[in-house]
């Protein structure tokens, strides 16, 4: 059999609703392919009253904060030494990464000159807040590559990298961490320059603050969801015990946001709040997504219900989802004007979270993502000459735990 | 944003005396001319009034708005000339992650097309609504005025200020502030007191002099201090915020690994191994 037809059979054995992802991406790549092909004005609605549509709102300010779970959850199991949650951190990482990944793609589709996207490599502007998230972005892209080499080293038995990889988990943890601190941050300090254009239920001083608080709420839930649905879906093992230390530590990260984001409304804000009613009801929809899970996840029972906590979790994200719309969308729109998103974008949005699912799913499919459990890893050099045997230095088993 | 000129009173600026303005729009014609600009196929009518062309946009850096208005129960015109404002600290320049803009020491704000990744950042900064895009290339850039660098650079006036019989006055921006001080004074009873672009945006080279309320004509209202401002309260403590989070997150995993650390010593020296060094 050749490569192909082993290749085609593997596909064509795959669940129907991973077939049915692959469409989607296809018919993504078939539109991005139309936007280099005819421009973006003709295959989007942006214009220039409008400069940023769809594309920026999703596929950039809210993916980076969905995708937030593996600087958040990297730092409580390794930073914070809550051990026990340490099975959780490989799916994050993976998601973590597919969604950067997909963040690179999303910005690449929408810059006028892609093919010059080194250029903020090369022509610094520390005052621009689209350079430091460009930067840091791609630092961090690398970090979490970096750390999505070791299922990988694992699959295929490298173990010299693997100890390499075990040495500097601890940095690259804390350098995802305030990497992650930084441009989750930067991405508010965009909307800081639209003064006269962000409407001001979301225009304060503090936004900067609230993106990076919010985006750890989104993190977390991201990865209960994650664990509860590939449990559900693709019989992975599961991991409730866990999800519950998770759900106690979101409300409180949850209660942090919600109390500087109405500080900062009531105490920081200039100008008339409520004088637009669509967006006094997406404000409305935006904090009640928001306070409901805090008040759910209090309750113990929540906590332990799957149904219950991953519901909170959905609502959670809802909420992030929502806020990152109204300020790079709806709270940006002039009186008067309005945003709706072509079919090419929105086939090519639709596409890039299909994109994701869909190699989350093969990810797990071969590489140990869910089975890992860190103290059954073999660190060991293969000892290809014997040199434990003859009494050189000492043994190396237990050597790359880490300190 | 390569020059930080703190002192702006050199600096060019055009002072445009829109009571002045009789709407012949030959700015417009040499503005397309000096930059070699297409002409864009218009419908009148189409826009808020008799401007033409309606917006600007990529072909179009500067037009004349026409207002209507009634004055002695005649209807009446008034005029207002569109164009890049050349802020003294331009939020466009500021927001650029490449520094494709530049406010040069001559006054006008420059772009270099050779930079530009195309990321729009610009215009969803800028507060004027300024920077136009190619919609129509499959690879676009951004267009502006460009305040006639090429002109002012050599000494010459820009090319809308040369053609205008009348209402665009061009120099420095101390010497034009004073020129509108001084018609202000001389009929109190025909201008405006408020000077649009002395103080807008922290202070632009274009300042416009009128009768006319500015929201009546349609200027926008923009903030006083500079916009470049805003983003750099927050983005000045990035470093800081950096090494703040990357050392304590370091200390913190150095006290809460301490315990395993020593409980794994401890085990070690009961099994009378000698400790290999310590990895990570």
New interface residues.
């Given amino acids: 059999m050749t490569a192909a037809k082993i290749i085609y059979k593997e596909v064509m054995a795959y669940h129907n609703f991973v077939k049915f992802l692959i469409v989607l991406v296809s018919m993504a790549a078939l539109a991005s392919l139309i936007r ?7 295959t989007t609605n ?4 409008f ?2 549509g769809l594309w920026i709102s999703f596929d950039v300010v809210t993916a980076v904060p969905l995708a937030a779970g593996a600087f958040t959850l990297g ?1 409580i199991v ?4 809550i051990k026990k949650l340490e099975p959780l951190v490989r799916p994050a990482i993976v998601t973590g990464f597919l969604g950067y990944s997909l963040v690179c793609v999303g910005l690449l589709l ?8 080194w ?2 490599m ?11 998230v ?1 930067m840091c972005i791609m630092a961090y892209t690398t970090v979490l590559f970096l750390e999505f080499l070791s299922p990988v080293c694992e699959k295929f038995g490298y173990h010299v990298p693997l100890r390499l990889l ?5 940095p690259l ?3 995802a ?3 992650s ?2 441009h989750q ?2 991405l ?3 909307f ?6 962000l409407h001001p239920l979301w225009y304060n ?1 503090l ?2 603050l609230l993106f990076w608080v919010s985006a750890m709420c989104a993190g977390i839930s991201i990865i209960t969801v994650e664990a509860t649905m590939s449990h559900k879906w693709m019989g992975q093992p599961d991991e409730s015990e866990l999800l519950e230390t998770l759900a106690k530590i979101l409300p409180w990260v949850l209660a942090v946001y919600l109390s500087l984001r109405l500080f900062s409304l009531f105490a920081l804000t200039e100008g008339a709040l409520w004088d637009r009613p669509g967006l006094t009801a997406l404000f409305v929809l935006e904090i009640v997504a928001l306070v409901t899970p805090f008040l759910m996840l209090l309750s113990r029972k929540v906590r332990e219900n799957n149904r219950l906590r991953s519901t909170a979790a959905w609502l959670v994200i809802f909420g992030v989802v929502v806020n990152r719309f109204n300020v790079s969308m709806f709270g ?1 729109e002039a009186p008067g004007t309005m945003y709706y998103p072509s079919i090419i974008e929105s086939v090519v949005t639709i596409g890039i979270i299909a994109a994701h699912i869909l190699f989350f799913v093969l990810i797990a499919k071969y590489f140990p993502i869910f089975e890992h459990h860190p103290e059954t890893v073999d660190y060991t050099l293969p000892d290809h000459f014997r040199k434990a045997e003859k009494g050189h230095g ?2 190396a088993a ?6 | 944003m390569s020059d930080i000129h703190k002192d702006f009173s050199k600096t060019n600026a055009f002072l445009i005396d829109m009571t002045k303005c009789t709407g012949c729009r030959g700015c417009q014609v040499a503005c397309k001319q000096w930059n070699q600009l297409d002409a864009e196929k218009t419908v009148f009518f189409t826009g808020e009034g008799y401007q033409n062309p309606p917006v600007m946009s990529e072909h179009t850096f500067t037009r004349i708005k026409f207002k209507d208005f009634q004055k002695n129960g005649q209807n009446e015109f008034a005029f207002y000339k569109e164009m890049c404002m050349h802020c003294n600290e331009p939020a466009c320049a500021s927001v650029c992650p490449v520094g494709a803009f530049n406010k040069t020491k001559e006054g006008p704000v420059t772009y270099d097309a050779d930079r530009c990744i195309g990321c729009r950042f610009c215009m969803v900064a800028c507060p004027f609504g300024v920077p136009k895009y190619e919609w129509s290339k499959a690879f676009p850039l951004v267009k502006k005025c460009t305040g006639c660098f090429s002109r002012v650079k050599e000494g010459k006036k820009p090319a809308c200020a040369t053609t205008c019989a009348s209402a665009i006055t061009y120099g420095p921006r101390d010497e034009m502030l004073a020129e509108a001080s001084k018609r202000q004074a001389a009929r109190p009873e025909k201008y405006l007191k408020k000077l649009y672009g002395a103080e807008e945006a922290g202070g632009t080279s274009v300042i416009y002099l009128t009768a006319l309320p500015f929201d009546e004509l349609g200027f926008k209202h923009v903030t006083k201090r500079p916009l470049p401002s805003y983003t750099w309260q927050a983005l000045r403590l990035v470093p800081g915020i950096f090494l703040t989070v990357g050392s304590s997150l370091s200390l913190l995993s150095w006290f809460t690994h301490r315990k395993d650390r020593l409980k794994k010593e401890e085990e070690q020296r009961k099994s009378g191994v000698t400790p290999p060094k310590e990895e990570s």
């Fill in positions: 280099f092909i005819f421009g973006l004005g003709v942006l214009n220039d009253t400069p940023w730092a390794h930073c914070f030494h929408d810059l006028g000159q892609p093919q010059r996207g250029h903020t090369v022509y610094w502007n520390p005052h621009s807040p689209m350079f430091e460009s075990r040495t500097i988990e601890m943890v804390v350098a961490a305030s990497i601190t930084l941050s930067s508010g300090t965009f800081l320059i639209a003064v006269d254009k001083p936004l900067p940006m000492a043994p237990g050597v790359g735990n880490e300190a």
